[in-house]
């Protein structure tokens, strides 16, 4: 079985640029989510996905960050336009989506590692 | 969300039995414990979870005590591949859960 992959692995741009960061879940998962580590810190949540809906963002720093999941398949996350503090890795986790969350294991991508010159 | 705290690193020889210590005074009723491992370039990786006693599968043990304050995962016979940095999250089962929070994780070394 796949698991979850994530496109490109490295992204280099120069600040004011537009990137759009790829993820395709495991196939099946109806739940999605964007995490990040910047600058070597703690990984961050961004936001969720259950299906198509985004279901919870409130980790999305600002509206420079769009998530979007058309279809509820693969999801895209841009950044536009890119500041330097965007710099860090962007992890992609998906999950089945059961009725006890606690169960609902996430399994992660290898992250897309973001840098903003 | 229970905030955890992990010893930062730990080092340790091939064929030893690790235990990492997991603090989270503040745990409430319907928190689990979840354990990830993260290798260099590589995304979090789900290991073990529970909610009390002992729960135990191919590649871990995880102990919680009674007052659920703390748990250990216990990794047995440690090989260089187990070097890595291991998270212990805590999360509500109905809600911020699934919204993992990761602390800053312990960073376990492998010697040979």
């Known amino acids: 079985e796949a698991g979850v992959t994530q496109f490109p692995s490295h992204s280099v741009i120069e600040k004011g640029q537009t990137v759009t960061l790829r993820c395709d879940p495991i196939s099946g998962h109806d739940n999605l989510y964007w995490y990040r580590r910047v600058m070597g810190k703690e990984i961050k949540f961004l936001l969720h996905?259950?299906?198509?809906?985004?279901?919870?963002e409130s980790g999305m720093p600002n509206n420079r960050f769009l998530a979007e999941r058309t279809g509820g398949t693969y999801s895209t996350l841009k950044v536009q336009p890119a500041e330097l503090e965007d710099s860090g890795v962007y992890f992609c986790?998906?999950?089945?989506?059961?009725?006890?969350?606690?169960?609902?294991?996430?399994?992660f991508g290898p992250g897309t590692r973001l840098t903003v010159l | 969300l229970a905030k955890t705290t992990q010893p930062i690193s730990m080092d340790s020889y091939e064929g030893q039995e690790v235990n990492i210590t997991c603090s989270h005074n503040n745990i409430a009723t319907n928190d689990y414990i979840t354990w990830y491992q993260q290798f260099p370039s590589q995304g979090p990786r789900f290991i073990i979870q529970?909610?009390?006693t002992k729960v135990t599968n191919e590649v871990a043990s995880l102990f919680i005590p009674a007052d659920r304050k703390s748990s250990t995962l216990s990794l047995p016979r440690v090989s260089l591949s187990d070097t890595a940095v291991y998270y212990c999250?805590?999360?509500?089962?109905?809600?911020?859960?699934?919204?993992?929070?990761f602390g800053t994780g312990t960073r376990l070394l492998v010697s040979p």
């Open positions: 996905f259950v299906k198509e809906s985004k279901q919870d």
């Open positions: 986790a998906s999950s089945q989506g059961r009725t006890l969350a606690a169960t609902d294991t996430q399994y």
């Open positions: 529970g909610y009390k």
């Open positions: 999250l805590v999360g509500d089962t109905n809600t911020g859960f699934q919204k993992l929070v």
